[in-house]
């Protein structure tokens, strides 16, 4: 039974992966657009995001039935409980791509607002802070997941630099470009919160891999 228990675990960690690939390319998919002005890539985002779910669906799943027939030990059901908590954190995170790629649906037949400089980095930010999460997930890499929660106050300074920027020096300034300016405002905010759901993830790749929670205590991850 503990052989086929292990072998449940393996395919269940490439179930994660692919989540993991899936939700990678909305982000990029979804930022590219908007830098494009790209509707079909807009669109695809949207169009790929029933297939997101369905995994999602799939993945939560596996994971009760595993807990269900096994009644594994202590480490395989911090595994097993860590996998749903960040099949829920990928699936939002693809929703906010959803969300990204609906904003630049909107911005597409409008014209620039102004040069895209800081939503670039930002989206940079919040990819890498990503990518790095699931490699953190599937290589149960806590020091790579501690480098992924020390990167989140980056993201909230370039998003913070955005928001300045749009209120002070458009917004506030001209009213008719707040038809241009509230959609890169969201989209700053979407993306802010990618970064924090691949928070949510790291840390709790730290508590599966040392049974330690950091949230409440970032002391701790030093």
């Known amino acids: 039974m503990e052989r086929h228990l292990d072998e449940e675990l393996k395919e269940l960690h490439k179930d994660i992966l692919q989540m993991g690939v899936m939700t990678q390319e909305a982000i990029f998919k979804s930022v590219e657009s908007l ?37 594994p030990m202590a480490k395989d059901v911090r595994f097993i409980a860590t996998a749903m908590k960040i099949n829920s954190d990928l699936e939002r995170i693809a929703d906010l791509a959803v969300d990204i790629a609906q904003r630049s649906l909107e911005l597409a037949d409008k014209p620039l607002l102004k040069p895209l400089v800081d939503i670039p980095k930002l989206s940079v930010v919040a990819q890498a802070m990503v990518e790095e999460a699931i490699d953190a997930f599937v ?7 501690r480098k992924v929660v020390l990167s989140d106050p980056e993201a909230d300074r370039l998003r913070t630099l955005v928001y300045e920027e749009l209120v002070n020096d458009y917004m506030a300034r001209d009213a008719k470009t707040v038809d241009r300016a509230v959609p890169l405002l969201l989209i700053s905010r979407h993306l802010e919160r990618i970064c924090d759901h691949a ?3 790291a840390e709790d790749v730290i508590y599966m891999v040392e049974a330690k929670v950091v949230k409440p205590h970032p002391e701790q991850l030093s």
Do not use: F
């Open 199 to 201: 928070t949510n993830i």
């Open 35 to 71: 830098k494009n002005r790209d509707k079909a890539q807009a669109q695809a985002v949207l169009d790929d995001d029933k297939k997101v779910d369905g995994m999602e669906n799939l993945i939560d799943e596996k994971c009760v039935d595993l807990i269900a027939r096994y009644q």
């Open 139 to 145: 290589n149960k890499d806590a020091a790579l997941a």
